[in-house]
Structures are given as structure tokens and as C-alpha cells.
């Protein structure tokens, strides 16, 4: 870290220090160890009140965050942490409209800086801990929504594992936990209409819940609401062309029958709205027919319909295909989507896998690998049409993966060109030359310089780590487990409680 970096995280230390000034008292802010879109997170050493030191990370919410969101945040570490490689929560800190999560601390690697040393035994046993932890904060309930190998930590030499950060979480219908329980729409308020930041978060500590630690501090948790988000679509589609997904969009030549029959119900509808309430309207104009469905245009009928509104928080590359295509009803089957991208990656040697700029470029991209037949078929079990230009056979996870695992990108220019010369060997490998599969950088193509030339260059030093760390001897197992969290139906997709008594992990249960 550079001096002007190291100056920084130190204003920001002191400005946290100011916000919440009980942490004077009782901890040492060393330094800052991560960053999101909502939070910071810090390194602190604590003095308990036996006088011994501690190591804690000191998350600080940033104060525009939604005191519902906060308190939803702090119940799921209270109630579910703390066991089967969940983490927990110790004290929670706050001063007007700023909150300090204060947890245990778990020195962890980065996961790509040991992607490519791990041995299949290590990959085996951090998918083992990953579907304990996701087992059991589906026992109450609990979707993630944002798995990924920087929420869930991982301590190589101690062999500790800890999932975290539930600042995306939501309930199921059955949720143990009362403040992820889903609402009515109406009954959630914005944090900005009919009551203030302060006045609803005072209000949520009064009723709080306190967690009295063994040290005589205190945690605590509130109510939030979650939406249960309404398809007033009847049909939903989308559509593919050569090189992409992409939102159907209104045809520039829609067959003439179709336009006026679509223009006369449009207008028939306009003109009985005038006449009944608003409600009634919408009802009326989606149960209207229409002769779009399935087909690479929408009619006038459906671009009159209300916007379809579905969950999608998560971290791109994650993102199950029923979050993409905005299925509206999702449940824990999105988390076990998340720990198949990250086998997958692990497999492969391989991270990010998919890397796309919006979510039809990713359907995109996981149809080359899962196929467009299977992923037409899926999305028909959650409602959704998708239609494909081109069709995409299927390809074999194994293949893929010792091909992808074994292929060398050599060293032979800068950080830059060497990431740019991976991207294209991944994407000629995935694609196999019919030049479907395309980058998201217009400056990384199959026959740029910078591309190693054959899909797979394997060296004797190579093979021979790679057989000393048992990658030479996956079992069929793996990539069986593999198909099956990464099965384009959530409705038959594997759950953690199916995944952890695998054949995989006969030896470890």
C-alpha cells in the first residue's frame, strides 16, 4: 500500500473515530481490510474486560443505509451465526446515524492469490465447510444472495471458514428469522418518506433484542421488510442474437395484422381505464392475449404492461439464470448457484469464470457451457421464454475443466497482457473456434498476438505440481456434485443438505 493510500485509510479512521467516539474507549483501528458498496471494514485490536487483547473486524455501515437493512443484518449474525462456519456478531456500536458491526476476526487469503496452489483435497474441504455454512443459514431460512469467495473466509493454515456479510440477505416464506419475514409492499417505507433516518432507527433499538457476549458487551437486531415483488407479465420473454442476450425490443416490421390488432386492444384498453379504477385496469390489460409470445418482438400490448420487478442484488458472475431473467419467486437455489460458480472456478483454476458487462450478456455466457436447449427448457419451469439465434450444444464439465486447469498463458509481457492473453485462451477453449462465445474487451480477440495459439500447453513442471496436488485424479464425483449445483431449474437444483452427503464427501461427514 502507498504512503498516499496508507494517508487516506488513516483520515478515514480518525472520521470513524469522530462518528462513533465509544470506540475511543475500547479499540485500536490498525487498518482497513475491505470495502463495498455499502460498508468498510476494519482491522482492530480490543481490550476485554479481563484485560486481555483481541482481534476484531469493525464493520461501518455507511449511514444512508436503510435501518431496517441494518437491524435485518444483525439479527442473521445474532440468531445464525456463530456455528457451522457462520460468522458471528460480538458487540454493535452506534451514534446517531452511524452503526459499527464489531465480529471476530479471521486472518484469510485472498482467493486468487491460492487458487492455483490449492490440491484437490483443500478444494474438497473448502466446498465441504462452504455447504455447511449455506445448510444452515438455509435452516432459518436465510437466502444469501451474494455468495461469492470474498464473503466466505477461508484460513488455509488454521483450517477455519467463516461466511459473512449479510447485508444482501432475504427470507424465505418460512424465515426463522422475524425480520427477513416478507411484507406486503405497502407495509415498507421508504427510509426517506413519512419518517426520518434518526426517528426510525431510534425506534428500531427500542425494540431490540440483546445478545450479552461473555465479556459483558451487547449485539443487537431490527425488523425489515422484504419485498415479494409482483409478475404482471403473463408471459415473459427474452431473446439472443449471434453474439449476445439482449431485452426483446419492438420489431421494426411487425407483421401488419398483428399491429392493428395489438393497436385496437391497447386503445380499447386506454378507453376503459378512463372509466374504472386503476387497479381494475391493470388487471383487465393483463389478462389481454397477444401474438408476441415467443418470438423476437414485443407488441403493443406488452410495452403497455407494467415493468416486471424482481430481486437481483448479488455480484455479477454469481447470478443464477432465474435472478437474470428476473423470475420473480427465488429461494435459497440461488446461493447453491453461487458456491457451483465458485467449484466451478476452483475446478478450473479459473476466476472470475464469467465476466459480463449486464445480465443477458451473462445468460449469454452461462449458455455456453450449460447449452440453449437446457436453458430454454429451465426457464419454461420458472416462467420465462427465452429464445436463441443459434443453438448451443452443452459441454462436458470435466472437459472443460482439465482444459481449462491445464492450459499455460506464458509470461511474456506485463500484468495487463498476460490477464488479456487468459481471457482470450479461456474464451477459445470455452467457444471451440466457432467464434460464438465473445469477449466483453473489443481488444482481446482469438487471433490477437497476445494469444497463445493452442487451447492447451502443458509443461513437465506443470503436470507434475498438478499431479502432486491430486488434480490428476478427480473423481467423477466432483464434477457429478458440480452438474448438479450448477442445474439451470432451481426447483431441481441440489441443496446444500443433498450436496454435503455426496459421494464427494463420503469420508467427511
Not at 333 to 338: E, G, P
Not at 443 to 467: K, L, Y
Request: charge should be positive; aromatic fraction near 6%.
Amino acid at each position: 500500500m502507498s504512503s498516499g493510500d496508507n494517508s487516506g485509510v488513516a483520515k478515514e479512521i480518525e472520521k470513524l473515530y469522530a462518528a462513533v467516539p465509544q470506540l475511543h474507549n475500547i479499540f485500536y483501528i490498525k487498518s482497513k481490510i475491505g470495502e463495498g458498496t455499502f460498508s468498510s471494514v476494519y482491522f482492530a485490536i480490543g481490550r476485554l474486560r479481563s484485560g486481555e487483547d483481541a482481534k476484531f473486524a469493525l464493520k461501518h455501515l455507511i449511514p444512508t443505509s436503510h435501518p431496517t437493512r441494518i437491524a435485518a443484518e444483525l439479527q442473521c449474525l445474532s440468531v445464525a451465526g456463530g456455528e457451522d462456519n457462520v460468522m458471528g456478531v460480538k458487540y454493535c456500536f452506534r451514534n446517531k446515524d452511524h452503526v459499527v458491526i464489531v465480529m471476530p476476526y479471521l486472518e484469510h487469503e485472498c482467493f486468487a492469490d491460492i487458487l492455483h496452489s490449492l490440491s484437490f483435497e483443500e478444494t474438497k474441504e473448502y466446498m465441504f465447510n462452504l455447504l455447511k455454512a449455506l445448510r444452515h443459514i438455509h435452516s432459518f431460512g436465510i437466502v444469501h444472495r451474494d455468495v461469492k469467495p470474498s464473503n466466505f473466509l477461508f484460513n488455509r493454515s488454521l483450517k477455519k471458514f467463516a461466511l459473512v456479510d449479510f447485508g444482501l440477505a432475504q427470507g424465505t416464506s418460512d424465515t426463522k428469522i422475524d425480520l427477513l419475514k416478507v411484507l406486503q409492499p405497502k407495509k415498507q417505507g421508504s427510509c426517506s418518506q413519512n419518517h426520518p433516518y434518526t426517528k426510525s432507527l431510534n425506534r428500531v433499538h427500542q425494540n431490540i433484542r440483546l445478545l450479552r457476549g461473555t465479556d459483558g458487551l451487547v449485539g443487537s437486531s431490527t425488523q425489515r421488510s422484504v419485498f415479494g415483488e409482483r409478475n404482471f407479465n403473463v408471459h415473459s420473454a427474452v431473446t439472443i442474437d449471434n453474439t449476445t442476450l439482449k431485452a426483446a425490443k419492438p420489431s421494426k416490421t411487425i407483421d401488419v395484422t398483428t399491429r392493428k390488432l395489438a393497436t385496437r386492444k391497447t386503445v380499447s384498453t386506454k378507453s376503459t381505464s378512463s372509466a374504472v379504477p386503476k387497479k381494475a385496469a391493470s388487471t383487465c390489460q393483463t389478462s389481454l392475449t397477444c401474438d408476441c409470445y415467443a418470438k423476437d418482438q414485443v407488441c403493443n400490448i406488452c410495452l403497455a404492461r407494467t415493468r416486471q420487478v424482481a430481486p437481483r442484488a448479488g455480484t455479477p458472475g454469481f447470478r443464477a439464470p432465474e435472478v437474470l431473467t428476473k423470475c420473480p419467486h427465488q429461494t435459497t437455489a440461488i446461493d447453491m448457484w453461487s458456491a457451483g460458480i465458485i467449484f466451478l472456478s476452483l475446478l478450473s483454476g479459473r476466476y472470475h469464470f464469467f465476466n459480463a458487462a449486464d445480465d443477458m450478456n451473462a445468460l449469454a455466457q452461462i449458455m455456453t457451457i450449460r447449452g440453449s436447449k437446457e436453458t430454454i427448457q429451465a426457464s419454461k419451469c420458472f416462467g420465462k421464454s427465452v429464445l436463441c439465434s443459434k443453438e448451443l450444444p452443452s459441454k462436458d464439465l470435466r472437459t472443460l475443466c482439465e482444459g481449462l486447469r491445464s492450459a499455460i498463458v506464458l509470461p511474456n509481457g506485463n500484468q495487463h497482457d498476460i490477464q488479456k492473453q487468459r481471457a482470450a485462451l479461456q474464451m477459445r477453449i470455452m467457444e471451440n473456434q466457432d467464434g460464438w462465445f465473445l469477449p466483453e474487451s473489443p481488444d482481446i480477440t482469438p487471433d490477437s498476438p497476445a494469444v497463445v495459439r493452442s487451447s492447451c500447453v502443458s509443461t513437465p513442471d506443470n503436470m507434475e505440481q498438478s499431479n502432486h496436488n491430486g488434480w490428476d485424479r478427480v473423481p467423477n464425483e466432483a464434477y457429478h456434485l458440480l452438474d448438479r449445483l450448477l442445474d439451470m431449474n432451481p426447483a431441481t437444483r441440489i441443496t446444500a443438505e443433498e450436496a454435503l452427503i455426496h459421494p464427494l464427501f463420503k469420508n467427511m461427514r
